[in-house]
């Protein structure tokens, strides 16, 4: 019984207790409905005491269920229901009341809320809209502008935000008791939102609104449909704003975008230590970090906020110098943005050490290497830990693109090393790459986890090869995209495209973001292994030989004036016809579609190898890596999820149809084959 209900004198309880969260699907709705109709027969009842069992009221409807057809009981039915009971309904709201949680919990008469619990309607980040009524109760229960806010961000507030919005009628630490206790005066003197005459319209909150969700949720409909619900509820009864937003919801719900986002919900939630993985993790109450450059600076910074003591390393005094400068830096920013007080930043200080002994280090659970990306510092620096750190600890390296296997040589016991690969800025990106060596064990790799946990971060396992998950289909990406700029575009035209694919920005002025010269230093790396029948676009190399290494040099791909506002430049684009000119290619233009097109399907065919070769594990792990690491549009589901939507069997012909241009880049990947043939990628781990 995932609905419990029975009676205590003049007041019946009713609980939702459908673990882990009290997702509100079908036995949830059947027990409501049935539990209506038990109070319906009782007599003398004065009060129903709506709550959740375990850790929370509700997280709101069951999203595993918007796959198929809406099963009545509906849930606005059910909500209407208890508004209009003749008996007033009292939400004890502990833990969270999200999405639809939230709306039953506006079809009761009073809420009550513990201190730390949160209340919203997060439904825009799932794509879709409040479905059962959220629209339309809550403009009249705290007004249109708060209201408008709340559901376009998808932002929980707090119970005393709620308090203060006049959305809850009031804070306690047992709020169950405080329900009981309710006088009788207060409950029959709340007006239920059905019997609230519309919201005032308030244009300028609607218009903020509007422009805040066109540019933080560019692309998306469920924000805009959500605001002109919010909208109608000014200009209609009660009854024809909940048919509106119903109709709404049904439809954003079964479409691509809200579809894109479960899936991404969904493996988010599945990206954790695998069941069979038992092997208990090192202790990571303390943490060395080696290299206190921008990453290791951010990584330290991030295990801090986690609660962790941390152990910095640097070479020597300046390198100790700039390492306490540079997350002294992050530090003041977290505090100028409100996310820290001045005491939690006193409290982190105080437990970061910077140091240039490695004995410093000799307590700590886990030691991770942010140091420089070269095979002997590497060397050196492992070396030097395996020699200071317990023999049980964890020895990490976050190196992007060297062989982990080579570094995990570099110490006595190989079992004890393990790839976390962070992402810049550590302390703000959410994905983690843990990268399994030949001979890496089950206790590092549980060790990776345990640790992803404590940072919230999204883990993902990658297997040893060059560039891992992530930067080996970015590295496809760009000579994609290098090639296209070549053959005819300029990167401004190939950035547009992207962007309109729904990237925050494209490869070009991303990479000016990063600096050119980081890319530069890995092709030079990969010189000696390059197949030299492969086709090589020299242009990347021109732009660093010219000093144009990004925004850091006030010029890369674009010219940064006054380290402004990106402007193209002409240089570039004649770089770029001269280079064409030297390997006597005839440019021409490329469509916008057509580009995207290439850098898609290179993408894809490079993921599929990544399967194929075991180095990802599913289709649904690439996607968070795309997602969470390289901006590709959340909304589209990931990489892998789009394919799937966009036709495997149109990737496959488009590849197929490169390869007669050049059939080294464009080699199909049999597991793509194999996909679009068999009907798709098993999105979801087995
Ligand atoms: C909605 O309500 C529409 C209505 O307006 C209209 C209706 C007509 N559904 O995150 P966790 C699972 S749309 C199904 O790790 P936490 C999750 O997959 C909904 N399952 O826990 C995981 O399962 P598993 C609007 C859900 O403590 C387990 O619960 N609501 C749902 O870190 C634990 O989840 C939202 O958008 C769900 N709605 O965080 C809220 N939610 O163990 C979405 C969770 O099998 N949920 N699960 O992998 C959340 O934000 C977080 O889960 C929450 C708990 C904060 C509640």
């Keep these: 019984m995932t609905v419990t209900f029975y009676r205590k004198g003049s007041a019946a309880f ?164 405080y329900a009981r206790h309710l006088d009788l005066g207060t409950l029959e003197l709340s007006i239920p939102p059905c019997d609230m005459p519309p919201p005032t319209l308030h244009q300028q909150a609607l218009a903020d609104a509007r422009t805040m969700a066109a540019r933080k949720m560019a ?61 208990a993790p090192a202790d990571l109450s303390h943490v060395a970090v080696v290299g206190g ?69 000799a307590h700590a659970g886990l030691a991770i290497e942010a140091a420089f990306e070269s095979m002997d510092v590497k060397a050196s620096v492992f070396a030097d830990l395996s020699k ?41 990106m959410k994905l983690l790459e843990i990268v399994r060596g030949a001979q890496t064990s089950d206790r590092a790799m549980a060790t990776g986890y345990a640790l992803a946990k404590r940072l919230r971060k999204v883990p993902v396992p990658a297997g040893v090869c060059d560039g891992f998950i992530g930067n080996r289909i970015l590295a496809r990406y760009r000579e994609a995209a290098d090639t296209v700029l070549m053959d005819g575009a300029t990167p401004w035209e190939i950035d547009e495209a992207m962007v309109a694919f729904g990237y925050a920005m494209g490869p070009y002025e991303a990479q000016d973001l990063s600096g050119l010269d980081i890319a530069f230093a890995q092709r030079r790396r990969q010189d000696a292994t390059r197949d030299p029948a492969r086709r090589y676009i020299p242009i990347a190399d021109r732009m660093v030989e010219l000093g144009k290494l990004g925004r850091k040099t006030g010029a890369g791909w674009y010219r940064y004036p006054g380290g402004a506002g990106k402007v193209d430049d002409p240089i570039v684009a ?35 190898d990544l399967l194929d070769q075991g180095i990802a594990a599913s289709a649904s792990d690439i996607d968070l890596v795309m997602v969470h690491g390289y901006g590709f549009p959340r909304w589209r589901g990931g990489l892998m999820h789009w394919a799937q939507v966009h036709g495997l069997d149109r990737i496959v012909a488009s590849i197929n149809r490169y390869a007669k241009e050049d059939a080294l880049a464009w080699q199909l990947s049999p597991t793509l084959e194999d996909a679009a043939r068999s009907g798709g990628f098993h999105l979801t781990k087995a």
């Design 14 to 177: 009713v609980t939702l207790d459908n673990p882990p969260v009290n997702a509100i699907g079908l036995s949830v709705r059947q027990g409501l409905s049935k539990a209506l109709d038990w109070i319906a027969e009782e007599d003398d009842l004065t009060r129903v005491i709506l709550s959740g069992a375990g850790r929370m009221f509700a997280a709101g409807a069951d999203a595993r269920e918007f796959d198929g057809p809406a099963q009545p009981p509906h849930l606005p039915d059910i909500i209407s229901r208890i508004e209009t009971c003749a008996i007033p309904w009292v939400a004890v709201i502990t833990g969270v009341a999200l999405g639809g949680g939230c709306e039953l919990a506006l079809g009761c008469r009073v809420r009550i809320m513990s201190p730390k619990a949160q209340i919203g309607l997060p439904e825009v980040t799932l794509g879709v809209i409040p479905g059962a009524g959220g629209t339309q109760r809550l403009p009249r229960v705290i007004g249109m502008a708060k209201a408008v806010r709340m559901i376009s961000s998808g932002r929980p507030i707090s119970a005393v935000d709620a308090e203060r919005f006049g959305l809850i009628e009031g804070i306690a630490d047992d709020p169950m008791e």
């Design 219 to 279: 692309h998306q409909r469920a924000p805009q449909v959500a605001i002109d619900l919010v909208e109608a509820s000014a200009m209609h009864p009660l009854d024809v704003g909940l048919a509106q937003e119903r109709a709404a919801f049904l439809d954003l719900r079964q479409g691509d975008q809200a579809r894109a986002l479960r899936h991404v919900f969904f493996a988010e939630r599945g990206a954790r230590a695998p069941a069979d993985l038992v092997a």
């Design 574 to 608: 004649d770089l770029a016809i001269e280079e064409a000119h030297f390997a006597g290619i005839t440019r021409r233009d490329f469509e916008p579609s057509e580009i995207c097109d290439r850098l898609l399907c290179a993408m894809v065919n490079e993921a599929a």
């Design 293 to 361: 450059g921008m990453m290791g600076s951010g990584i330290a910074y991030a295990l801090l906020g986690a609660g962790l003591d941390v152990t910095l390393i640097e070479a020597d005094a300046d390198g100790a110098a700039r390492a306490q400068s540079n997350v002294d830096r992050i530090m003041a920013a977290s505090e100028a943005r409100g996310l820290t007080t001045p005491d939690d930043v006193a409290e982190r200080q105080a437990r970061l050490q910077i140091t240039q002994d490695y004995a410093d280090a």
């Design 388 to 428: 200071v750190m317990p023999e049980n600890a964890i020895l990490a390296t976050n190196t992007s693109y060297l062989d982990l296997d080579a570094i995990a040589a570099c110490v006595p016991d190989p079992s004890r090393v393990i790839g976390l690969h962070f992402f810049a800025p550590a302390h703000i």
